[in-house]
């Protein structure tokens, strides 16, 4: 079965700190891996994702990850953070065979960034 | 370029009512998945519609149901409220024909804005 670990509920962090909010995910073969973002009250806006390729993806606001497949992880990171970018962060995976449609989410981990 | 709509923004009901929820795609895509997201959790997968048919299916009961219409847009029903329906409803849009890769499945779901829906 697919599933996706957010180990944190909740990250705090200085502004101008380096962010990471953790990922851990469980699937059969290769997978697809996503991440999110929820501001209140809003729907999931998409940040990046990793297909293939690099290990190292860049997304949208300056936020990448680094897929590593020998840990099963697919950590956010984001080298100077903002207080604009406190909101909830969503993990999502895919398995690449077999699963048209079907996102498995993390329960998602709220970053709280400080001035 | 419209990115992806949900109508109601809120919505009310009692046990036992039924409720439609609205979905626009985002222009170019033509495949519909909609998500049950419980207060503090992260979205569940409920199912997603391509071609006017239900393609897959979460693990909801039937009591939901779907459709897709010649325009991409969908709706979900839900009938025999329960107060553990209450929740915030996702539609996310992805596209799946004309797709380049044959990884068709790393295509990116775009969310809309959800539905709040309590029952009472």
């Known amino acids: 079965a697919q599933s996706v670990a957010q180990p944190e509920d909740q990250v705090n962090v200085a502004e101008g700190n380096p962010l990471t909010v953790k990922c851990t995910y469980s699937?059969?073969?290769?997978?697809?891996l996503f991440w999110y973002v929820q501001y209140p009250n809003r729907g999931l806006q998409f940040l990046l994702k990793?297909?293939?390729?690099?290990?190292l993806v860049k997304g949208s606001y300056g936020f990448e990850a680094e897929f590593n497949k020998s840990q099963t992880s697919f950590h956010l990171k984001k080298p100077s953070a903002l207080v604009s970018d406190s909101a909830l962060y969503f993990c999502?995976?895919?398995?690449?065979?077999?699963?048209?449609?079907?996102?498995?989410f993390g329960k998602g981990t709220k970053l709280s960034v400080k001035p | 370029d419209a990115g992806v709509t949900q109508s109601p923004t809120h919505l009310i009901k009692t046990r036992g009512q039924q409720v439609t929820l609205r979905c626009s795609p985002k222009?170019?895509?033509?495949?519909v998945s909609w998500y049950q997201q419980a207060l503090g959790q992260g979205p569940q997968f409920i199912f997603q519609?391509?071609?006017?048919?239900?393609?897959q299916r979460g693990n909801f009961p039937d009591r939901f149901s779907g459709h897709q219409f010649p325009n991409y847009s969908s709706e979900l029903n839900v009938n025999a409220l329960l107060l553990g329906d209450s929740a915030l409803y996702l539609c996310?849009?992805?596209?799946?024909?004309?797709?380049?890769?044959?990884?068709?499945?790393?295509?990116?779901?775009?969310f809309g804005p959800g539905t709040r829906l309590t029952v009472l």
């Open positions: 699937v059969s073969g290769n997978p697809y």
């Open positions: 222009s170019g895509h033509d495949t």
């Open positions: 996310a849009s992805s596209r799946t024909r004309g797709r380049v890769s044959s990884g068709g499945s790393a295509d990116t779901q775009y």
């Open positions: 999502a995976v895919r398995a690449q065979r077999g699963s048209q449609g079907n996102l498995i």
């Open positions: 990793y297909i293939t390729g690099d290990n």
């Open positions: 519609y391509y071609e006017e048919e239900e393609r």
